[in-house]
């Protein structure tokens, strides 16, 4: 069964997604605990900089080439599209690179507090990180999802050891965000080599370029919102409450989108193959394994956004300090539970880019970017940083709505409703054991959430949620 190999894929980048999050997760106490909270805030910013500004350069480039080399079997058009694709991005990249510098002084005092040379170390990074971002989605294409996590992980590990030795001896906030620097150019190295080894290296002819760009165009305004959504909280939050709030915010958002973790492998990987299932007419297969995917993600997504949600403020208190604590714990369960959300949309999603509609999926984020963008602007002047959670909700419902409207009218794909009941009963009588939780200590808190998912997991089969076929593909599995 195709089920199978799928889920093998997205057992692997699942697990290296889990551990790229809890990089994340180790650096937030580090940080807060080793620097100012002012120094946090730029840290943060520049890593929202980096993502949001990568995202722009590429175009949409990368998604494209999952889209079309995925099926593709002669060398020749493989080489081309790939070196035109990479060299496309690198002469974006360098441009915008100046572009940074000219405005280096004015860039700084508006994110940076001043301070240049986190500026010049951002335009080194984003040209690498740009770069890095093609790399990755050729393993992507070619479904090598070994290569593929390792490197992902590789890149987060290098990061948080360099970080974490620059913060506890106590070297300025440079040195820390210069980690990123080097991590990346390191993965850029490897990367480089092992893929010149694979398919030499060629002038570009740019000859399908036109029509990477026709697929790719239309899905930047769905990156770009997404990134605004993502980050446009901080810079806000930043202008309206000053860095020291930022420091507060991140932490709880970034524990409320660990739901990532969950998603991220199913965007991942099932692309790829269903690409090349559907160019080969599969249909069947294809829905087959939309379903089976949405139905995975909820099993583990449900349970994970509200056992989250009841623990954002111990965790938070252990991650980082009773400060950041009590003054951003209610901002998780928001976060939480519109990531969840989203995930849902991504998945069912596919059916759009699989008709190649990008153009309808750029107009819904463009729009849910604007939402957010306004409702932040709005709700952080009277409510302060639960606004910016708030508003960060209703932007995801307001495009997964959309999102689920329209791939459902291009594909035949039937929603379990009866399926998401029984998870959600399930996931009540585990939160009644979390609830219980009042211990500040890890240990505690493991051992009572190690109890609480095997009585979800007894409810499961208690309900028929996981029956003879689940059993059989995990037992092929393993």
């Known amino acids: 069964m195709r089920e199978y190999k799928i889920i093998k894929q997205i057992g692997l980048i699942g697990f290296i997604n889990l551990l790229v999050s809890l990089s994340s997760l180790l650096l937030i106490p580090v940080l807060t605990k080793n620097t100012t909270t002012q120094d946090y805030g730029i840290y943060v910013q520049t890593t929202v900089t980096i993502g949001l500004i990568s995202n722009i350069i590429t175009l949409g480039l990368p998604y494209a080439m999952v889209r079309f080399l995925a099926s593709e079997k002669d060398i020749k058009i493989i080489k081309d599209d790939f070196y035109s694709v990479t060299s496309f991005i690198l002469m974006l990249s360098v441009l915008t690179g100046i572009i940074l510098l000219v405005f280096s002084n004015y ?16 335009v080194l990074i984003v040209i690498l990180n740009t770069l890095n971002i093609v790399l990755l989605n050729y393993f992507r294409t070619f479904q090598k999802m070994k290569k593929y996590s390792l490197f992902y992980f590789l890149q987060s590990f290098i990061t948080l050891v360099l970080a ?32 010149l080894n694979e398919i030499k290296f ?41 860095l020291t709030y930022v420091g507060y915010y991140n932490p709880a958002y970034v524990l409320g989108n660990v739901i990532m973790i969950l998603t991220l492998p199913f965007t991942t990987v099932l692309l790829p193959s269903l690409s090349e299932n559907y160019d080969q007419n599969n249909l069947e297969q294809t829905y087959s394994l939309i379903n089976f995917s949405l139905k995975s993600f909820l099993i583990l997504a449900i349970p994970a956004a509200a ?15 009773e400060e950041i604590a009590l003054n951003s714990f209610f901002v998780t369960p928001f976060v939480a539970i519109g990531t969840l959300i989203l995930g849902t949309s991504s998945i069912i999603g596919n059916a759009i880019i699989l008709k ?26 009277i409510i302060g940083i639960v606004g910016a959670a708030f508003s ?6 307001f495009i997964s709505g959309i999102i689920y409207y329209y791939s459902l009218k291009m594909f035949d794909l039937k929603i379990d409703w009866t399926l998401i009941l029984k998870i959600i009963i399930a996931t009540s ?5 979390i609830i219980q939780i ?8 493991i051992s009572l959430i190690l109890l609480s998912i095997i009585l979800y997991i007894l409810m499961l089969f208690i309900l028929k949620v996981i029956g003879k076929k689940e059993i059989k593909i995990l037992r092929n599995i393993f």
Request: overall charge positive; aromatic content about 14%.
């Open 107 to 122: 860039i700084s005092i508006m994110l940076f507090s001043g301070n240049n040379k986190i500026l010049y170390l951002l």
């Open 392 to 397: 960060t909700l209703l932007s995801y419902v």
């Open 307 to 321: 056992g989250i949600s009841i623990l954002a403020k111990p965790m938070l208190i252990i991650l980082t300090t």
């Open 164 to 195: 974490i030795f620059f913060s506890i001896n106590d070297y300025s906030i440079v040195y820390i965000v210069s980690s990123i620097l080097i991590s990346n150019f390191i993965i850029f190295l490897l990367m480089l080599i092992l893929i």
């Open 438 to 445: 009042k211990s500040k200590e890890l240990y505690g808190i």
């Open 356 to 381: 190649n509609k990008t153009k309808i999926l750029g107009v819904i984020w463009l729009f849910g970017g604007i939402l957010n963008f306004l409702l932040n602007i709005f709700l952080v002047k």
């Open 202 to 242: 060629t002038l570009p002819k740019f000859k399908n370029i036109r029509k990477y760009l026709d697929f790719g165009l239309p899905t930047l305004p769905s990156s770009l919102s997404y990134l605004v959504i993502d980050s446009v909280d901080r810079y806000i939050i930043g202008i309206f409450m000053g």
């Open 429 to 433: 009588v585990m939160s009644l054991i």
